[in-house]
């Protein structure tokens, strides 16, 4: 079972960046997916999920109306597009799945290192 | 928003030593309340969920306690690979799901 995510790099303030998470040895399908983050040197903050199919899409507040969370089953993927990036955006981006329950998440890739910065 | 609230925020303890985590919920979380470890370098990797429940292939000397807005991770024998960072986060009322600070064990 693998996630891997990539996308990830300098931006400048302003920019839009997308990253992406390859699955595979699961049913990506079935899954509710997730995008964490964690600034560097503080602690884990959820992001968005979102539903099997993608019918249903949630955010953290600091994100709502930039970010994009979408899927492609059929290529078993996982995206994050982000816009309008500010310094507080720096982070690495986990892509995880949830396992049994939709905000519980039991399979985590290495991360996708975002840097805001002139 | 739950806030969740971890103490202490860094743990020194000796390998073979007890360990105990504590996270408190700002509001009732009920029982859905799970655990994470994170090594340096290294994606979070999940321990517990629903207070009590060890995830698969987590070892026995792993085990949670709680309900409401008081929980309790404990480690009852330390091995070396258990000094890490560990955060408890809560699914009960979402979004968002939110974690605790994190509690480093450090040797």
């Known amino acids: 079972m693998y996630l891997v995510e990539s996308g990830g790099g300098l931006v400048q303030p302003g920019g839009s960046l997308r990253l992406s998470c390859a699955a595979s040895?699961?049913?990506?399908?079935?899954?509710?997916m997730s995008w964490v983050r964690q600034a560097p040197g503080r602690g884990l903050e959820w992001v968005a999920s979102?539903?099997?199919?993608?019918?249903?899409?949630y955010y953290v507040d600091s994100v709502k109306g930039r970010f994009t969370v979408s899927r492609d089953d059929a290529e078993k993927s996982l995206f994050l597009q982000m816009n309008s990036l500010t310094a507080d955006d720096t982070a690495m981006y986990y892509c995880a799945r949830a396992g049994m329950f939709r905000g519980l998440w039991d399979y985590w890739g290495q991360g996708a290192l975002v840097t805001v910065s002139s | 928003e739950i806030v969740l609230t971890q103490s202490p925020a860094t743990l020194s303890l000796s390998p073979g030593e007890r360990a105990t985590l504590s996270c408190r919920a700002s509001q009732s979380v009920s029982v859905y309340l799970a655990w994470y470890q994170q090594r340096p370098g290294q994606a979070p990797r999940l321990l517990i969920y629903?207070?009590?429940n060890r995830a698969t292939g987590i070892p026995a000397r792993f085990s949670g306690s709680g309900s409401g807005t008081d929980f309790t991770l404990t480690i009852s024998s330390l091995e070396p690979e258990d000094f890490a960072v560990y955060y408890c986060q809560q699914r009960s009322i979402w979004p968002p799901y939110t974690f605790g600070q994190g509690t480093k064990l450090e040797i």
């Open positions: 629903d207070a009590t």
């Open positions: 040895g699961f049913t990506f399908s079935s899954y509710w």
């Open positions: 979102i539903k099997q199919g993608g019918s249903q899409k």
